[in-house]
């Protein structure tokens, strides 16, 4: 969260389109919170594309962070690692930026944007880890941003624009290239960031014919290239739908409070597993927000002139599997049909088997469904922009928490990224000891790309070179796991 609000006489101030803005200063560092991007999603305006925000008379106080979209928290399971932020009100359709104090002795500064992850369900720019002190004081300005969530930002529903939730990253993207100038930032040097679901919205705006309008650099952190079709995507709004006794339309969802249906979302979340069968909140293909499946544009050529930065971490299954028991439960049958049913050849098993033969079948399932969902579309976008204009770095988060058999989890690099071990969010993933030696190692790549320099390792080639982030702060392996990447089926 913020720091205290400084006082009066060090409370500084912009000027952006709408109205003038009072901002907080600490230790050289202006933050400038809870700024509207478009207007609340409410009433008349719920279930449509996101519009202009109102101006405003006077001056804005920007010191404290706006409302969260609405959510539920985390399942018991999950919540002790991943904490969850409720600011009450309509608002969300905000963002926040960082910015060095005397950023007018500097001239016009390179701009990174952060979009949270949560599943499309959950998460806010409120969270303590995203803070983005650490980025401003090596003279970037930093935004963050919220946008709307689970069925108010996803729901497939006839007469509503699909993918809402990255109609309102647009709008806040196109803010930032209007308006980042009032507070030090260059418009013409953009880089986005995002992680689990924030990287899956970015990749489907990477994959849009004018992404180029909207970013110059992309930074891809743990997130799904791909999205559904309409009909498999639609699943979950159908069956909110039917629990809560409504049609599946923008006047029947309309007519439920935001709070009921992210109730009615758990209810029918809670049926689902970590394997993935039921329904999910997911981008779905089809409209302007992701009009074709992202990596299948992305394969065929779009945004080959954007540099961009991408990666997961190792074992990203065991925040699915091992908070709630599931990685003990999987016994070798379970592992064969799950093999079956997704297609991944025996051989791509046995190849786990020999890396780590002493790993039960959960831990062997964990790794093949992180090849299918991430390394493996993470290997094919990668190669097929070797020979692209813009150049591609690939990495992998290898250092493993000593917390609750988490290993090198799904978001454990969060807390090195922005240079937060401190941060309750970090502590909850990665212990009070995890090393100071990655965080400066991994910080300085982001930044350094985000400057627009490389991030200290080789672009990808033909030799497929990855950057393993570990304890000892990082050391290039070529065409790792290979044996188990080539028979992934393409999907």
Do not use: C
């Not at 544009?297 to 091992?322: M, N, Q």
């Amino acid at each position: 969260m913020a720091d205290a609000v400084s006082p009066d006489h060090e409370r500084p101030a912009a000027e952006v389109t709408t109205g003038r803005l009072r901002g907080a200063r600490t230790e050289g560092i202006d933050r400038f919170l809870g700024i509207p991007y478009a207007s609340p999603p409410t009433g008349e305006r719920r279930f449509r594309a996101p519009e202009p925000p109102a101006a405003w008379d006077g001056e804005r106080d920007a010191a404290a962070f706006a409302a969260t979209a609405p959510q539920a928290p985390y399942p018991a399971a999950l919540a002790k690692y991943l904490p969850t932020v409720d600011v009450p009100g309509d608002g969300f359709l905000s963002l926040n930026v960082w910015t060095p104090a005397d950023r007018a002795d500097r001239g016009p500064l390179p701009v990174l944007v952060w979009v949270h992850g949560g599943a499309l369900t959950r998460g806010s720019a409120a969270l303590a880890a995203y803070d983005g002190t650490t980025f401003a004081r090596h003279g970037i300005v930093f935004v963050s941003l919220q946008y709307r969530l689970g069925q108010e930002g996803f729901a497939v529903l006839d007469g509503v624009p699909q993918n809402l939730g990255v109609l309102d990253q647009q709008a806040a993207l196109r803010w930032v290239r209007r308006e980042i100038a009032a507070f030090g930032g260059d418009p013409a040097r953009v880089t986005v960031m995002g992680q689990s679901a924030g990287a899956n919205t970015l990749t489907a705006l990477l994959a849009l014919p004018h992404a180029a309008e909207l970013f110059d650099r992309a930074i891809l952190q743990s997130g799904p290239l791909s999205a559904q079709s309409r009909d498999k995507a639609g699943r979950m709004t159908r069956a909110v739908a039917k629990r809560a006794g409504v049609a599946a339309t923008r006047a029947g969802f309309a007519g439920v409070p935001a709070s009921d249906l992210v109730i009615a979302q758990s209810e029918v979340s809670a049926g689902s597993s970590p394997l993935g069968r039921g329904p999910a909140v997911a981008l779905s293909v089809g409209g302007e927000a992701v009009p074709v499946d992202p990596l299948a544009a992305l394969l065929a050529g779009s945004s080959r002139d954007i540099p961009v930065l991408i990666g997961s971490t190792s074992e990203e299954y065991r925040l699915w599997f091992v908070p709630g028991g599931t990685v003990d439960r999987i016994g070798g049958w379970t592992l064969t049909l799950a093999r079956l049913a997704s297609r991944v050849p025996k051989r791509v098993v046995d190849a786990h088997r020999r890396r780590r033969p002493d790993a039960s079948p959960g831990e062997i399932l964990g790794e093949v469904v992180t090849d299918v969902l991430l390394r493996g579309p993470i290997t094919r976008f990668a190669d097929s922009r070797v020979d692209g204009p813009a150049p591609t770095w690939v990495y992998e988060f290898r250092w493993r928490s000593p917390v609750d058999r988490l290993g090198a989890a799904h978001a454990m690099e969060l807390g090195f990224v922005f240079d937060r071990l401190d941060a309750p969010d970090s502590i909850a993933l990665g212990g009070p000891d995890a090393p100071q030696m990655l965080a400066d190692a991994m910080h300085g790549a982001w930044v350094a790309f985000a400057k627009g320099d490389e991030p200290g390792w080789e672009a990808w080639s033909s030799r497929r070179p990855v950057q393993a982030f570990d304890a000892d702060g990082g050391h290039i392996d070529y065409a790792p796991r290979q044996d188990e990447l080539s028979g992934l089926p393409e999907r």
